[in-house]
């Protein structure tokens, strides 16, 4: 074989291992364990890298309910631009992967697919929690209060960076409580929209 075609299939052969060895971020750390049952009830979303439909989101809470059949019923509801806006709600379900602590789930918008929920920090009160995915696309600081201390924040933002994300991404979510209007937390009539 001709010393240029060696040549360029080792170049070829280095790039692809190169592109292999870098082809995705490594998988995102769960919690150990979490008491799933302690996890249930309202989470209001205090900042994150959001989906679309969550970009313009205000007064943002999701809600966990365990279903008799171990599956987690969750509601997602906000308000799309601003804090008079209709309240919109997303009904997802989370399965918790097996052998995993209770910390990854997937969380099913439309049948079959399900994407990826990782419980990446979670404080020993449970209440403050940040969930991430592996592909660092999206990540979500949620506390049971709709407002932190700016020191826990400020902790938090670190702990987000500190899993592969770029903070500069993050968005906060206003929260202004108590409502002016239907709390969105309990609001029947909500519209649905899709994460």
């Not at 918790?96 to 209770?102: A, Q």
């Amino acid at each position: 074989m001709p010393k240029s075609k060696r040549f360029a299939g080792l170049t070829v052969l280095a790039v692809l291992a190169a592109l292999a060895g870098c082809s995705s971020p490594p998988p995102m750390p769960a919690v150990d364990n979490v008491d799933i049952k302690r996890f249930m009830g309202d989470w209001y979303v205090i900042a994150g890298i959001p989906t679309w439909p969550e970009r313009q989101s205000y007064n943002a809470v999701e809600s966990y309910a365990l279903l008799p059949d171990g599956r987690i019923q969750t509601t997602f509801r906000y308000r799309h631009g601003g804090f008079d806006a209709k309240v919109k709600t997303m009904r997802p379900v989370g399965t918790v992967e097996p052998d995993t602590g209770n910390a990854i789930w997937g969380m099913q918008f439309i049948w079959p697919i399900q994407a990826e929920y990782v419980i990446a920090y979670l404080d020993d009160d449970y209440q403050q929690t940040i969930i991430g995915r592996s592909k660092r696309d999206y990540v979500w600081i949620m506390a049971r209060t709709p407002s932190l201390p700016p020191a826990d924040y400020a902790r938090l933002v670190e702990k987000v960076r500190e899993l592969g994300y770029d903070t500069a991404e993050l968005r906060q979510v206003p929260q202004q409580w108590p409502e002016q209007g239907p709390d969105p937390r309990t609001y029947p009539d909500a519209a649905d929209a899709t994460r």
